[in-house]
């Protein structure tokens, strides 16, 4: 992207290559972008979509820490004279999790909402039972709900079952990102089209992704034409195999250059 917008002739717009940090946590970095108030028209993001395919959605994001406390333990000889938080935020986690599967399964993993168990701590000691167990969920949520709405649901969930087991049970937000759908048809969407045509000699496959990306925060913050493209698998991000073919690399600097010929033409067209 950087060698790309390098190359862009200063004549035909301004292009700007921001490297923000944290996409893979909680994306700190794109939401101090948005809040710089920077007037742009468009933006790209470069997380891999494979060098054939451009992203048009990516599901919202909900990160919940929910803690269990049983208020009080036992030595672990002596089982019987206290709960376990371990075992009882067990029962929470199936719970949400079946409730989840129960409203939030549709035809397809993209129009779903889906709910992973991502961390537990819990316990004082090996020979205690433990008074206080932690867990994070990390839910995705669909262009077709909202998060605030999938939060109502595991909230439900949380307080009917603590009434239920006579447990005391808090979470709070690590993270919420709505879900976000680019607009297909917009000048951007095109001149990328366009871009990957003229290098690939391929129509590109739009995606609906299952994860979340920056693309997320600024589309809702800027209200402007967005779109996600780089090379890689996307399925293998965050893994031990996370890798990019020097093909694919070389092939994304000339369709980024093209896309942004296109975009300049376009955008100078609608004016």
Same mark, same amino acid.
């Given at each position: 992207?950087?060698?790309?917008?390098?190359?862009?002739?200063?004549?035909?717009?301004?292009?700007?290559?921001?490297?923000?940090?944290?996409?893979?946590?909680?994306?700190?970095?794109?939401?101090?972008?948005?809040?710089?108030?920077?007037?742009?028209?468009?933006?790209?993001?470069?997380?891999?979509?494979?060098?054939?395919?451009?992203?048009?959605?990516?599901?919202?994001?909900?990160?919940?820490?929910?803690?269990?406390?049983?208020?009080?333990?036992?030595?672990?000889?002596?089982?019987?004279?206290?709960?376990?938080?371990?075992?009882?935020?067990?029962?929470?986690?199936?719970?949400?999790?079946?409730?989840?599967?129960?409203?939030?399964?549709?035809?397809?993993?993209?129009? /779903?909402?889906?709910?992973? @168990?991502?961390?537990?701590? +819990?316990?004082?000691?090996? =020979? &205690?039972?433990?008074?206080?167990? !932690? $867990?994070?969920?990390?839910?995705?949520?669909?262009?077709?709900?909202?998060?605030?709405?999938?939060?109502?649901?595991?909230?439900?969930?949380?307080?009917?079952?603590?009434?239920?087991?006579?447990?005391?049970?808090?979470?709070?937000?690590?993270?919420?990102?709505?879900?976000?759908?680019?607009?297909?048809?917009?000048?951007?969407?095109?001149?990328?089209?366009?871009?990957?045509?003229?290098?690939? /000699?391929?129509?590109?496959? @739009?995606?609906?992704?299952? +994860?979340?990306?920056?693309? =997320? &925060?600024?589309?809702?913050?800027? !209200? $402007?034409?967005?779109?996600?493209?780089?090379?890689?698998?996307?399925?293998?991000?965050?893994?031990?195999?996370?890798?990019?073919?020097?093909?694919?690399?070389?092939?994304?600097?000339?369709?980024?250059?093209?896309?942004?010929?296109?975009?300049?033409?376009?955008?100078?067209?609608?004016?």
């Amino acid at each position: 992207m950087l060698l790309a917008a390098s190359e862009f002739p200063k004549q035909s717009g301004t292009a700007i290559f921001a490297g923000v940090v944290d996409e893979e946590g909680n994306a700190a970095g794109v939401k101090q972008l948005v809040k710089s108030k920077i007037g742009v028209d468009y933006a790209i993001f470069g997380e891999p979509s494979g060098i054939d395919n451009i992203t048009v959605a990516y599901k919202g994001r909900l990160a919940i820490r929910l803690t269990c406390d049983v208020g009080s333990s036992a030595h672990a000889s002596a089982p019987w004279l206290a709960k376990n938080s371990i075992e009882e935020i067990h029962d929470f986690w199936i719970s949400i999790k079946k409730e989840i599967e129960r409203v939030g399964t549709a035809e397809n993993k993209t129009k /779903s909402i889906s709910c992973s @168990l991502t961390e537990i701590s +819990g316990g004082s000691s090996h =020979n &205690v039972t433990p008074q206080k167990c !932690r $867990i994070t969920l990390d839910i995705r949520v669909p262009t077709v709900t909202t998060c605030d709405k999938v939060l109502q649901l595991v909230e439900d969930v949380i307080n009917k079952t603590a009434s239920a087991k006579n447990v005391k049970a808090t979470y709070r937000i690590e993270d919420k990102t709505e879900p976000f759908e680019a607009d297909h048809s917009s000048p951007l969407v095109r001149s990328l089209l366009l871009g990957v045509l003229d290098i690939r /000699s391929a129509r590109p496959m @739009l995606l609906r992704k299952t +994860g979340t990306g920056d693309m =997320n &925060v600024l589309g809702h913050q800027f !209200r $402007i034409p967005v779109v996600t493209y780089g090379p890689g698998d996307p399925h293998a991000s965050h893994t031990p195999d996370e890798r990019v073919s020097i093909d694919e690399y070389v092939s994304s600097i000339e369709v980024y250059g093209r896309a942004l010929f296109h975009l300049s033409r376009l955008h100078h067209i609608k004016k």
